[in-house]
Every structure is written in C-alpha cells, then in structure tokens.
C-alpha cells in the first residue's frame, strides 16, 4: 500500500510532501511515511520531523470534531461505518482504560497495524478523555513511534545485530 501511495504522490509533488502526506493517512501514519522516506531515499531527520508532523496535525482535529462527525454520519447510509469504527475502538479501549493517559501514550506508540494516533484519537474521543490529556498521550505516542520505526525502517537496529 505505501509503494502504491509513494507510487502515485511522487509523481505528483516533491518526495518530502509526499511523505508528509502519506504519514497523514489513517492506518498508514508515520510507518508508512517512514517506509516511504526510505524508499524515496530521504535522510533520517528530516524524514522523522515530516512524519511526526504529519501523523500529529489531524489529531486536534479528530479529537475535536470526529463525535460530531459521527453524529451526523449516522443519519446517513454511512451508519454501518461509523458502527465499524466505534466497534474497533471499543475493542482497544479496553486495553487503555485501565492506565488512562498513559495508557493510550503507550497505545499509540507501539508501532503495529491497528494503533496509532488516528485509533488513539479514536479511542480517546469515545472515552471523553480530557483534550490536553488525548493530545499529550497522542503526540508522546507518536513520537516514541516513530523513534521506534525510524529505528526498523534505516536498519540501525539491523546494524548492531
């Protein structure tokens, strides 16, 4: 899927804002747009700072607004998304109940399909956690990820093994 998007973007913009852009996409977020730096050959700073901005900037807004998206949405024939969507984040609000903020920190920082900062956002949102509270665990979360990937995508992990 990210050498499809790096495929389609690159052809379109500049490799930085193509990873910008491909680490705003839900699901995809900052692993994606590592992957994607590495396979547009970026260099590793710069690549984390356009990843963790761009995986980091729709978070206030889903924080915000998505309940009232959701509210509006199911009036609509999108209602058995919307259920999807709260289904799944019920599923990992379970997991980060229990520890509150740092539980959903620790949610969004583990760099495995089904978590990060849009799930975590998600998650926060249904559970009515505090703004300042989401938004802390969310950016904390996205940081640690993407040290963490940054880590697997360059291989310096690979390096000392």
Excluded: H
């Excluded at 990992?92 to 799930?119: D, S």
């Amino acid at each position: 899927m990210v050498e499809a998007l790096v495929n389609f973007f690159s052809n379109i913009i500049p490799a930085e804002l193509t990873v910008f852009v491909v680490s705003m996409f839900p699901v995809v977020e900052l692993r994606g747009g590592l992957i994607a730096a590495r396979l547009l050959n970026l260099e590793l700073l710069p690549a984390m700072l356009l990843c963790f901005i761009g995986t980091i900037l729709p978070a206030p807004f889903i924080l915000l607004f998505l309940q009232k998206i959701f509210d509006l949405l199911r009036n609509t024939r999108f209602v058995k998304l919307v259920d999807r969507l709260e289904a799944r984040a019920r599923s990992k609000i379970a997991q980060i109940e229990k520890y509150k903020t740092f539980g959903l920190l620790i949610f969004v920082a583990i760099p495995l399909p089904g978590t990060g900062a849009w799930t975590g956002c998600l998650a926060a949102s249904m559970m009515k956690m505090p703004l300042k509270n989401a938004l802390i665990s969310v950016i904390g979360g996205s940081l640690i990820a993407d040290l963490i990937m940054a880590l697997v995508s360059y291989g310096v992990i690979g390096a000392f093994l």
